[in-house]
């Protein structure tokens, strides 16, 4: 075989399907319910859009970007991340003038060129959820306490949710000094990328994922000591919120995201199988990105999940996902006749709303009927030339192996009721 889906991409086959629109119905449910609309954006955009919100130094923006020059010489790139695209999208069409907050959801394919292992996809898909246009700590709750009702709602146990707040602009920049003056004295220890991040972009040194970083993380100072009044008040008006809705939650002093839109809130939901490292979702608070893209100041706050690593985590926790049904009825037929009535009956049935599979050969009735329990049909229907010329049809019961007459005459009610 010459040809393979590519490395870190996978087929979703029929039997697959099952999960993914268990998953895919839930979304849409709770989005309906917490009031989202849904928006689909492009699959690639002008490259500028992620290079100056996702973060220049971000490992997104450095490492697993999908940039391409088209044709015509425009640098543009495959959807690394949800929110960038939904903001250009808000701005471009004057939804600030719509009624707030906007509450806007997505379902879309996400590329990143990430090293391919459990869970981690190249192309992998994700739920997101946008709230625009309110900058009370009560939105941060509503979004977290949606993202952890979904979960629940799919049947997965979580852990805790961990969030923390790294601040707004200006309470930041003490923080980062503080960060930056305890690294100083342990980044000979540390990984060549965290030396880069020292320099670049410190807040990422609290999420290196590699032994010594995290050790060195775990004394590092914690942001929530450096916030300026609003942004404390508003932390803590978070935590009450989330406590009047009983969400479970730990604050995680090491919890930054790994994109620099972030500000004031940030969160993340694990699932709570044995040496969890992987999160299933997460998100934050980005005031400045609408006014970052040109748009007139608004505060907003996001959620993304990805559903592969739902699925996954649906398998692990064993949780029941409901089938498919199979079509309940197969038509069965003898000779060339029937086969034309056979035809005509299935189109009719069909139009009415019945699920079925007819026979498309003439093969014998043996054949045929072996055929149709191989589909999962409970049920067959059979035309010969005798039941043709009495303007019925058998109904052979594929279980019980039992089976009788019906006539033609009133046949979709017949099979409504059986
Ligand atoms: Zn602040
Ligand atoms: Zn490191």
Same mark, same amino acid.
């Given at each position: 075989?010459d040809?393979?889906?590519?490395r870190?991409?996978?087929?979703?086959?029929?039997?697959? *399907?099952?999960?993914?629109?268990?998953?895919?119905?839930?979304?849409?449910?709770i989005? *309906?319910r917490?009031?989202?609309s849904?928006?689909?954006?492009?699959?690639?955009? &002008?490259?500028r859009l992620?290079?100056?919100?996702?973060g220049?130094?971000? &490992?997104i923006?450095?490492?697993e970007m999908y940039?391409?020059?088209?044709?015509?010489?425009?640098?543009?790139?495959?959807?690394?991340?949800?929110?960038?695209?939904?903001?250009?999208?808000? !701005?471009?069409h004057g939804?600030?003038?719509?009624?707030?907050?906007?509450?806007l959801?997505?379902?879309a394919s996400?590329?990143?060129?990430d090293?391919?292992?459990?869970g981690?996809?190249r192309?992998h898909?994700?739920?997101?959820?946008? %709230?625009?246009g309110e900058?009370?700590?009560?939105? &941060?709750?509503?979004?977290?306490?949606?993202?952890?009702r979904?979960?629940?709602?799919?049947g997965?146990i979580?852990?805790p949710v961990q969030?923390?707040?790294?601040?707004?602009?200006e309470?930041?920049?003490?923080?980062?000094?503080a960060?930056?003056?305890?690294?100083?004295?342990?980044?000979?220890?540390?990984c060549?990328?965290?030396?880069t991040?020292?320099?670049k972009?410190?807040?990422?040194?609290l999420?290196c994922?590699k032994?010594?970083?995290?050790?060195?993380?775990?004394?590092?100072?914690?942001?929530?000591?450096?916030?300026?009044?609003?942004?404390?008040?508003?932390?803590?008006?978070?935590?009450?919120?989330?406590?009047?809705?009983?969400?479970?939650?730990e604050?995680?002093?090491r919890?930054v995201?790994? %994109?620099?839109?972030?500000?004031?809130?940030?969160f993340?939901?694990?699932p709570?199988?044995?040496?969890?490292?992987?999160?299933?979702?997460?998100?934050?608070r980005?005031?400045s990105l609408?006014?970052?893209?040109?748009g007139e100041h608004t505060?907003?706050?996001?959620?993304?999940?990805?559903?592969?690593r739902?699925?996954i985590?649906?398998?692990?926790?064993?949780v029941?996902v409901?089938g498919?049904?199979?079509?309940?009825f197969?038509?069965?037929?003898?000779g &060339?006749?029937?086969?034309l009535?056979?035809?005509?009956?299935?189109?009719?049935?069909?139009?009415?709303?019945?699920?079925l599979?007819?026979? %498309?050969s003439?093969?014998?009735l043996?054949a045929q009927?072996?055929?149709a329990?191989?589909?999962?049909?409970?049920y067959?229907? !059979? !035309?010969g030339?005798?039941?043709l010329?009495?303007q019925?049809?058998?109904?052979?019961d594929l279980?019980?192996?039992?089976?009788?007459?019906?006539?033609?005459?009133?046949i979709?009610?017949?099979?409504?009721?059986?």
């Amino acid at each position: 075989m010459d040809y393979q889906a590519p490395r870190g991409t996978q087929d979703i086959l029929p039997e697959d *399907q099952t999960c993914w629109r268990y998953v895919r119905e839930k979304g849409e449910a709770i989005a *309906q319910r917490y009031g989202y609309s849904r928006i689909d954006t492009p699959t690639f955009e &002008d490259a500028r859009l992620f290079t100056r919100t996702v973060g220049e130094e971000t &490992d997104i923006v450095t490492k697993e970007m999908y940039t391409f020059a088209d044709r015509g010489g425009s640098d543009l790139t495959l959807r690394p991340e949800g929110t960038a695209p939904v903001c250009r999208a808000y !701005i471009e069409h004057g939804m600030a003038s719509r009624p707030r907050p906007v509450k806007l959801y997505y379902l879309a394919s996400i590329f990143r060129y990430d090293r391919p292992q459990a869970g981690r996809y190249r192309e992998h898909h994700q739920f997101g959820f946008e %709230l625009f246009g309110e900058a009370d700590a009560a939105a &941060d709750a509503e979004v977290i306490e949606m993202a952890w009702r979904f979960y629940r709602e799919l049947g997965l146990i979580t852990l805790p949710v961990q969030i923390n707040s790294i601040g707004c602009p200006e309470c930041r920049s003490a923080y980062l000094s503080a960060l930056k003056n305890y690294y100083a004295t342990c980044l000979d220890t540390a990984c060549s990328d965290c030396k880069t991040r020292y320099h670049k972009n410190p807040l990422r040194l609290l999420d290196c994922k590699k032994p010594d970083c995290r050790a060195a993380a775990v004394k590092a100072p914690h942001a929530v000591e450096y916030l300026c009044q609003d942004c404390k008040i508003h932390f803590d008006k978070l935590i009450a919120f989330l406590g009047a809705v009983e969400i479970p939650f730990e604050v995680n002093h090491r919890l930054v995201r790994g %994109l620099d839109y972030y500000s004031r809130t940030v969160f993340e939901i694990q699932p709570a199988e044995e040496g969890a490292q992987s999160t299933i979702g997460g998100g934050g608070r980005y005031d400045s990105l609408i006014g970052q893209l040109g748009g007139e100041h608004t505060p907003a706050v996001g959620f993304a999940t990805g559903i592969e690593r739902i699925i996954i985590n649906l398998k692990r926790q064993n949780v029941a996902v409901p089938g498919m049904p199979a079509p309940r009825f197969f038509i069965a037929w003898l000779g &060339d006749a029937a086969g034309l009535a056979a035809f005509s009956l299935t189109a009719i049935l069909r139009q009415a709303g019945i699920n079925l599979i007819q026979s %498309l050969s003439g093969r014998s009735l043996k054949a045929q009927l072996r055929q149709a329990s191989s589909l999962g049909a409970e049920y067959a229907l !059979i !035309i010969g030339d005798s039941e043709l010329c009495k303007q019925e049809v058998v109904l052979r019961d594929l279980l019980r192996s039992t089976q009788r007459s019906l006539p033609l005459e009133g046949i979709v009610e017949s099979l409504r009721s059986v």
